[in-house]
């Protein structure tokens, strides 16, 4: 039974994690560049955490820029075993008006100008995608949401599109027809290379408007898409430190397999690999590579 490091992910208008203690921020060079910004580490009552704003302080990166390897890379070197992942979405559905929470289970991945595997030339790997967030994560943050009275709906597909703009009318009723619940720009691949570095991932996004396909979409003001930005965030804030207590907890290897994601998924032969590729990939696959 090992103690849990938790790794979250700070989406729009989350740049900090209140309520840490002993926290300080530190830079966490990887073989894959810089990630967005420093990673802030310090717990919550006993249990271990590490912050990283996605989009950096301040906001300088959009979701095509962000170094996404570096971002997983950096928390899986700082420790981390379990990452939630707070993003603002748009809804796709009548049902998930702004201010709700949606603990999304499924992806359709849309971006198309990311680098989305930490493996390539030199070392191939293929990961299976089908069950793309860890269910007892999920579990955990749907109970603590649900204990604090926030709306929140279990279950649900996240669009990801490459943005930076925004969708046509056209391609948000095509997303609607494909059963998409919300949509957003980060979490591919970031969701993928959280799986490649066995690393347990959970979703939590949060509705911001309507995405074009209301009818209402025209008449929203910025104003209005900022003002429950913010309060989102600050529910996200008191929802981490509900939920870190038993997320935290003790656990022995995860029921969904997400720490052993990369058993049997190494295709290259043993003595075809590019050691420079196994240096490279020493935090994230270590584990079966010998690191």
């Not at 995608?129 to 749907?142: F, I, K, Q, S, T």
């Not at 919300?182 to 509705?207: D, S």
């Not at 003001?221 to 038993?246: G, S």
Request: proline share 7%; charged share 20%.
């Amino acid at each position: 039974m090992n103690p849990p490091v938790l790794g979250i992910i700070g989406g729009s208008g989350l740049y900090d994690i209140e309520g840490l203690e002993d926290k300080v921020w530190r830079q966490v060079p990887t073989p894959w560049g810089l990630p967005s910004d420093a990673l802030l580490f310090g717990r919550i009552g006993d249990v271990r955490c590490v912050f990283l704003p996605r989009h950096g302080r301040g906001h300088p990166l959009s979701p095509s820029h962000l170094n996404y390897r570096a971002n997983i890379d950096a928390l899986k070197r700082a420790g981390c075993t379990d990452v939630i992942s707070l993003s603002a979405v748009g809804s796709l559905r009548e049902d998930l008006p702004p201010g709700q929470f949606v603990i999304v289970d499924q992806f359709i991945d849309r971006s198309f100008a990311r680098e989305k595997s930490f493996f390539g030339e030199g070392i191939v790997a293929h990961v299976s995608m089908a069950h793309p967030v860890c269910a007892r994560l999920g579990d955990g943050l749907e109970a603590a949401a649900r204990a604090l009275g926030l709306p929140v709906a279990r279950g649900g597909t996240y669009l990801v599109m490459e943005g930076p703009q925004f969708s046509t009318k056209a391609e948000s009723a095509l997303y609607r027809n494909w059963g998409a619940s919300v949509i957003g720009m980060t979490n591919m691949p970031e969701a993928k290379l959280a799986r490649e570095a066995e690393l347990c991932y959970a979703t939590v996004a949060m509705v911001t408007d309507f995405d074009c396909w209301h009818p209402d979409h025209d008449h929203v003001t910025v104003e209005a898409v900022v003002r429950v930005l913010l309060d989102n965030a600050e529910h996200a804030r008191t929802l981490v430190r509900a939920a870190v207590p038993a997320l935290g907890a003790p656990r022995g290897p995860c029921p969904c397999g997400c720490d052993r994601a990369l058993d049997n998924a190494i295709i290259t032969a043993t003595h075809m690999r590019d050691p420079a590729a196994v240096a490279k990939l020493d935090a994230v696959a270590g584990r079966v590579l010998g690191g």
